[in-house]
């Protein structure tokens, strides 16, 4: 049986993503600063063992663990060399997570931020950041993703670069995924570098995206990221996705966390869906717990709307 592609499902239903990855390796035992993608090929029962989870809770779609998988992001920690295998495994360990649940999923690509400013602002030429996005991106797609999301961006200029490695590794569901912070007086949000959904998505579509996303950002929470999404839809006719943090982090022992519990969370699931979300998922902070909820409301939402 073929299974349809990630595009076409998303016609028929919304799919439910899957929650925060980095926070889970560290509670898995990763140390903060150091290198979680090399766990794809260290420690794979590790990260096999947090995607079952989320496949278990009900993901339809997870997120591979590539998202500072890029040669420039795996420099830093020694792990260049590996760029390639790094990737390849990222996909293997989802396609097994998802084997182990007894479910069909799908398999989105991760690629991050690379971590640096580009010239003349920064030390990175635009083609060092072109060639890592580029191997990244055929690695990923050579291991068989469905998808690739080039997400927590802040730049149309990386974004855009990111985007165009994708369909050049002909990916063949591009996810281009902002994040936004909510500005000081609390009445709007826009990037980092001042770019706001409108903006985001014009450029996104142009270029060749398939689906527009937000993800984390700073006071982006479930009413927030539904104003995005609505946004996003007027001047779109692409898919929407969407995965806001848990909550705000705060110190707790030294220890960053996100305190946003899945029963708080998961009320802004179906105004998110009335807005008309086509992917939902989560950032930093949710676990598991979150996603079985969302699960939940998502399946008795749309059984109320068949
Ligand atoms: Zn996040």
């Given at each position: ?5 990630l595009l076409e ?12 990855m ?16 090399e ?8 990260v ?6 989320y496949?278990d809770a ?5 997120l591979?663990n590539?998202f ?10 020694g792990n260049?060399?590996?760029t390639?295998?790094?990737n390849?495994?990222?996909?293997e360990?989802?396609?097994?997570a998802f084997a182990a649940?007894?479910?069909?999923g799908?398999?989105?690509g ?13 030390d990175?030429?635009e ?5 890592a996005f ?8 050579d291991?068989?993703?469905?998808a ?7 730049s ?6 990111g ?7 002909g ?8 994040a ?7 009445s ?5 570098m001042?770019?706001?959904p ?9 270029r060749?995206?398939h689906?527009?996303?937000l993800n984390c950002?700073t006071r982006m ?7 995005a ?6 001047v779109?006719?692409l898919?929407?996705?969407a995965q ?5 982090p705060?110190?707790v022992?030294?220890?960053v966390?996100?305190d946003?519990?899945p029963?708080?969370?998961v009320?802004?699931?179906?105004p998110?869906?009335?807005?008309g ?5 989560a950032?930093?902070?949710?676990t598991?717990?979150?996603?079985r909820?969302?699960?939940?409301a ?5 059984a109320?709307?068949?």
């Open positions: 049986m073929s299974k349809k592609s499902a998303i016609q028929d239903r919304p799919l439910l993503g899957d929650g925060a980095g926070t889970q390796l560290m509670l898995a035992g990763l140390e903060q600063g150091n290198c979680g993608e766990w794809n090929l260290a420690h794979p029962e590790k096999l063992g947090i995607q079952k989870r496949a009900g993901s339809d779609c997870i591979t590539t500072g998988g890029s040669r420039i992001m795996l420099n830093r920690h260049a060399d590996n390639a295998a790094v390849r495994a990222g996909v360990i989802v396609r097994r649940a007894g479910r069909d799908y398999v989105i991760d690629i991050g931020p690379f971590g640096g400013l580009m010239e003349p602002y920064g990175f030429s083609q060092q950041v072109r060639d580029a191997e990244q991106a055929k690695a990923l797609v291991a068989g993703a469905d690739i999301i080039i997400e927590t961006q802040t149309l200029e990386e974004l855009g670069i985007i165009d490695a994708a369909r050049e590794a990916c063949p569901c591009i996810i281009g995924s902002m936004y912070d909510v500005t000081v007086d609390g709007t949000f826009r990037t980092m001042g770019i706001d409108e903006r985001a998505a014009e450029f996104m579509e142009e060749g995206a689906v527009v996303a950002g929470d479930m009413d927030r990221a539904c104003e999404v609505r946004r996003y839809k007027a779109t006719g898919p929407v996705m806001p943090n848990a909550g705000q705060k110190l022992d030294m220890k966390c996100y946003e519990t029963e708080e969370m009320k802004g699931v179906v998110l869906l009335d807005a979300v086509n992917i939902l998922g950032c930093c902070g949710s598991p717990d979150h996603i909820a969302f699960r939940k998502m399946d008795q939402h749309l109320a709307h068949v």
